[in-house]
């Protein structure tokens, strides 16, 4: 097993390596900050001095090694829009996305258990058309459009839902709905597909024979067999929720990790974003090593296969 | 593999299930937000929301629309106000000026006003505002704005008098002044500051970066209290969001807003101080050539684009600035749409050699007025028509800036710019020094003789200051061409009837949350 978590770890450590490399030369292909944090008037001598005060005018290989040694000792930089610490600020921020990300998670997955599990149960049925409707609209529907149509129904129409913003529980509403759309509709086609393969295999014919009711067919043999493909695909849904909060975020307002990558970006915030890049990055490594042991847990052939 | 067999399923499935639990109680329990949105309802509260966080709250950035929005006679005050309706200068935290010398003007200060921190405000005060805004080291965006980073020299008379000195005779001085913003002598004079202090109606409560920004009532205003003790300012980048949050009652007011953005009734538009237009970069073939830059000034649908584009809200433009400003040529009438005499002019310049086929770059801002990508569009349609061969690019804030603002993108080739220019300051000196002078901030091209005739008008005052303004402004597509005006915009406002607000053409720069009260209906 620990042989098996060593082996994803060193090479999950690649990407992570690579995306460091890769958020530092792009934030830099966003352009110069000078011209955003110096008046279109300042001279040429205010821009050498802003430049030299952050850095900015030494080689690109310079910056980079900076960059890293600072990253060993913990020192991710100052923001040159607040002045604050980087790392502060995507700390701040990442809970708010954590929380968004969790929660949407939980509920994809409790509700795609249960629709899943009732579609394949009854093919046909009112829950595997509703399956069949939620994993088109989760392949067809953009985010944006999703929220947007959202807010003016249950917002402005109905009256029932706030905006935006994050006070109170029912703000949590509209962007988790938001955001579940794409992982309740795959989640539940992988539930589905799976659980129908489950529920022909013949050890649940074995389990009908000796007198096991349906929901003790379904909770007890079935799921648990369908489960490892569906926490395969949750997994990724979940990389894909933390990394790709951002249009949530951005138009509810929601302080997290992507709202703030998209601010740094705007602002050309270099410190801030690859400090928020980092920590999600970090994240998302952690999350698959999590991952990875959940799948070595449930099917001991993964675990085997990879310390052969 | 040990550990998974010791474990039965039902175990691992309650252990999984009360982790979950667990997890949603603290997640359902704990906020994002440090506040709720019932403490922010209160009556005395006022709820904005703006399409962007301010990036600073420095005073001398405050010709920043996003920073001058919230700090601009809020927070901060100048010694002299300009009316955004009648234009008319008007005393501020300066009671009176003049000019005692051609290049020298005096202001009296009023007596009795005190900063937010309850420090006195004197003309020592005054001529440290005026100082800072020129110190060069702290690059204020006001600076070279306004000023254009002229050497000025700053006295302090007597308690009450500041003198200021010009290296030649300004006849709008006062008019610039109204932009500095008055800082206590205590304010770091080598720093930006994050959280200013101000002689106006309100002060910074909390700045919560990212989330929002609050304000609250001076209790050392000198002026009578406003009617809102507090203001909280958010933001959400999509129209149709800040509209929606009107209508939803979570915010009493929401600016910048496109016609399609939903406020409905609660909806206001106004003439703001915008105007389109198109800069032609005339330094590069074929825009070189005055018949080409003509012939893509005579291809733009105005009315259409006014019309089916901006729902209305807007007039076709004759040049860059707008009504109410000093110099407004009210006698220029818009180029008119014909395709057949643009194309014309096309012809007989591709027969004298102009490389009309080259291409074009047609360089736009996402999200810089509401439908500009059509609006963008429309106008590729009309130039290929003519036959022209032109390539749309659609850029942020930040990469367009390159191609707005000196220094320019080396070897660009031929752009024709998408611009929206603002003349907060009501003259257009300010218009001209930035977008018509040969090598103003924002301009590409333009001629010796041009130039000279700019300096002359701008050298006067009164009538003959309007006349020459005027005949500057009209000379430029004749004698220029530099720029192929589309339309004067307007704004929609989204205001809840709760509040009672005016929005006038300075709104989009200055919003003065004072001038806001209750409603009459809510009084009642």
Redesign the interface.
Known sequence: ?FTFLRRRMYTSLIPLIIVLFGVFFMARL??DPT??Y??????PD?RAE?AAAHGLDKPIWQQMFDYFSGVIHLDFGESL????EAAG?ALK?F??TL?LA??TL?LSIIGSVIIGCWAAYRPNSLADRFSSLLSMTAASVPDFWFA?TG??VF??VL?WL????????L??VLPIATLMIRPLGVLTQVVRGAMVSALSAPYVKVARSKGAGDLRVVS?HAL?NAAAPALTVAGDLAVGLINGAVVVE???????IG??MI?SI???DFAVLQAAVLLTAVSIFILNIVIDAGLA??D?RV?DKATV | MQIASLRSPRRRLSGALAVSAAAMLAVSGCSVANTTQGESASPDTLRIVLPQEPPTLEPCDASLTATGVVVRSNITEPLIERDPNSGDLQPKLASSWKQVEPNVWRFTTVSGVKFSNGATFDAEDAAFSIKRTFNGAIGCDVNGYVFDDSKTDVNVVDPNTVEVRTEKPDPILPLRLSFIEMVPRTTDADAKVREPIGTGPYMVDFWDSGQRIALKANPNYHGAAPQYSRAIYQWRAEGSVRAAMVTNDEADLATSLGPEDGAGDLGTAYVNNETTALRMQATDAPLDDIRVREAIDYSINRDGVVKALFQGLGKPAAELVGKGIVGYNDQLTPTPYDLGHAKKLIDEARADGVPVDRTIRLIGRTGQFPKINETIEAIQFSLSKIGLNVKIEMMDTSGQMQYQTRPFVPGSGPVLLMIMHGNQAGDTQFTLDQYMLSDGYQSTYGTAAYDKEIVAAEALTGEARQDALAKVLADEPTKIRQYAYIAHMEAVLAKSNKVDYQPNSATGDEMRLAEMTHATSQND
Request: glycine share 14%.
């Open positions: 097993m966003t352009g011209n955003l110096l008046p279109v008037s300042a001279t205010q802003f829009k607040t002045g604050q600020m921020a809970p708010a929380q969790f929660v939980l947007i807010i003016w917002a402005v009256g706030p905006t935006s913003g994050t006070g109170g529980v703000a949590w007890h648990r951005a138009i509810f307002g929601w302080p997290g709202k703030l601010d705007l602002q050309r847990l449930l001991p675990r």
